[in-house]
């Protein structure tokens, strides 16, 4: 069972460059979720996505962008990337009737230099 | 005040032995909470949810003080794949009953 998946697992980008994180789930969830972690901190919800065709903004949408044009995807985009944004991302996802139990994939660490 | 306070640790246990560890929540109004558990370098994973009454599964006791706020984790008869870190979570009534992340205890369970 591949769960959620995410690509790609590690990224190097520089200062200014755009880039896309894309997460598939196969388990049919209505909710998604994209998460930052960092060190320090506990995960931070960026935006999140309760069916397709809609998102919201979490905590911290600034500099981020998402899409969910099918239910098993949810895109993360950078269009400027900034050092700040150095951090590994986690994609969740749920179903509709219990939220609160997610299921995380593996993690993209991206550096920005 | 951070939504879900958690003392990082590391928490350095004998095998064996028993290890507590508690986190306290901001926000009266939250409703649901759990234990998650993060490997080094791995995606979290829900261990289990923490219900009012207090719940056991297994080696671990959940329980839940809504008077104090806080939330604990008891895991006894320690073993060494138990190293990792238990991150507590809660829902918070802000932004559409968003999840709420502690930075987690780190448990180093030691032969």
């Known amino acids: 069972n591949a769960g959620v998946t995410q690509t790609p697992k590690f990224r190097v980008l520089k200062t200014g460059q755009s880039m896309t994180l894309l997460c598939a789930q196969d388990?049919?969830?209505?909710?998604m979720y994209w998460y930052r972690q960092d060190p320090g901190m506990g995960l931070r919800l960026i935006h999140y996505?309760?069916?397709?065709?809609?998102?919201a903004k979490g905590e911290v949408p600034d500099g981020y962008n998402v899409s969910r044009l099918k239910k098993q995807n949810f895109l993360l985009g950078l269009e400027s990337a900034a050092p700040s944004q150095t951090s590994v991302y986690f994609c969740?996802?749920?179903?509709?009737?219990?939220?609160?139990?997610?299921?995380f994939g593996a993690g993209t660490r991206l550096s920005v230099l | 005040r951070k939504e879900v306070e958690q003392d990082p640790g590391p928490f350095n246990v004998p095998e064996g032995a028993t290890v507590a560890f508690n986190c306290t929540y901001s926000?009266?109004?939250?409703?649901?909470f759990f234990w998650y558990r993060q490997d080094c370098r791995k995606e979290p994973k829900l261990l289990m949810s923490?219900?009012?009454s207090g719940n056991e599964d297994g080696r671990f006791t959940a329980q839940l003080n809504r008077a104090s706020q806080y939330i604990s984790l008891l895991i006894r008869d320690s073993k060494l794949s138990d190293s990792a870190t238990y991150l507590c979570v809660v829902n918070s009534p802000y932004g559409n009953n968003r999840l709420a992340f502690g930075k987690g205890n780190q448990v180093v369970v030691i032969p």
């Open positions: 926000n009266s109004a939250s409703q649901s």
């Open positions: 923490v219900y009012s």
């Open positions: 388990m049919n969830h209505e909710y």
């Open positions: 969740a996802s749920s179903l509709r009737q219990s939220k609160n139990i997610q299921y």
């Open positions: 996505s309760v069916g397709e065709g809609t998102t």
